[in-house]
T-cell receptor
Framework: DGGITQSPKYLFRKEGQNVTLSCEQN?????MYWYRQDPGQGLRLIYY???????QKGDIAEGYSVSREKKESFPLTVTSAQKNPTAFYLC???????????FGSGTRLTVV | RKEVEQDPGPFNVPEGATVAFNCTYS??????FFWYRQDCRKEPKLLMS???SGNEDGRFTAQLNRASQYISLLIRDSKLSDSATYLC?????????????FGKGTRLSVIA
């Protein structure tokens, strides 16, 4: 079955470390997105990519980096420059805006 | 004015009740509209797209009012399993595959 897979489900990071969250889709979608959600809050866009080897900053890109070397994969690195990284991270993909997004099941990142 | 606004709730309703949520959007050029459902600590899932003529899926009815720039979601005969946060999502009509804009969500609790 086609879908979008995020790993790991839970991730613990020490202060000062970089960590990378994985997002893989086999839906043949061109566009992929990363969102952050804090408790009781809405989704905030971190980065998005419309095609391979191209990506754009979202509303809260500072302290994050991405790459899009393959259509299927859009990993997100949370760097040590991100001062408050504890959150629920959601990856999504779409074939076109008119069809909405498919989300992965998310990664919960906690700084310890 | 925020791009997509929703009443955060919570809406606490008894089983069997009818409940309606509204959502307003700021850009009159917006083209596509969706309602997503998000359960606690889970990813958002597409509930239904919203078409100009309005559309119904079982107990759920979605309507669009372009003149007043709002969309609505009506849930009839509420079930306990309908308890969730409902997200209003809008394509703001900008060129290219630019991201959809998410509202912060309306929380619904259906009580036995």
């Amino acid at each position: 079955d086609g879908g979008i897979t995020q790993s790991p489900k839970y991730l613990f990071r020490k202060e000062g470390q970089n960590v990378t969250l994985s997002c893989e889709q086999n839906l043949n979608h061109d566009a992929m997105y990363w969102y952050r959600q804090d408790p009781g809050q809405g989704l905030r866009l971190i980065y998005y990519s419309q095609i391979v080897n191209d990506f754009q900053k979202g509303d809260i890109a500072e302290g994050y980096s991405v790459s899009r070397e393959k259509k299927e994969s859009f990993p997100l690195t949370v760097t040590s420059a991100q001062k408050n990284p504890t959150a629920f991270y959601l990856c999504a993909s779409s074939i076109a805006r008119t069809y909405g997004y498919t989300f992965g099941s998310g990664t919960r990142l906690t700084v310890v | 004015r925020k791009e997509v606004e929703q009443d955060p709730g919570p809406f606490n309703v008894p089983e069997g009740a009818t409940v309606a949520f509204n959502c307003t959007y700021s850009n009159s050029a917006s083209q596509s509209f969706f309602w997503y459902r998000q359960d606690c600590r889970k990813e958002p899932k597409l509930l239904m797209s919203v078409y100009s003529s309005g559309n119904e899926d079982g107990r759920f009815t979605a309507q669009l009012n372009r003149a007043s720039q709002y969309i609505s979601l009506l849930i009839r005969d509420s079930k306990l399993s309908d308890s969730a946060t409902y997200l209003c999502v809008v394509n703001m009509g900008r060129a290219g595959n630019t991201p959809l804009v998410f509202g912060k969500g309306t929380r619904l609790s259906v009580i036995a």
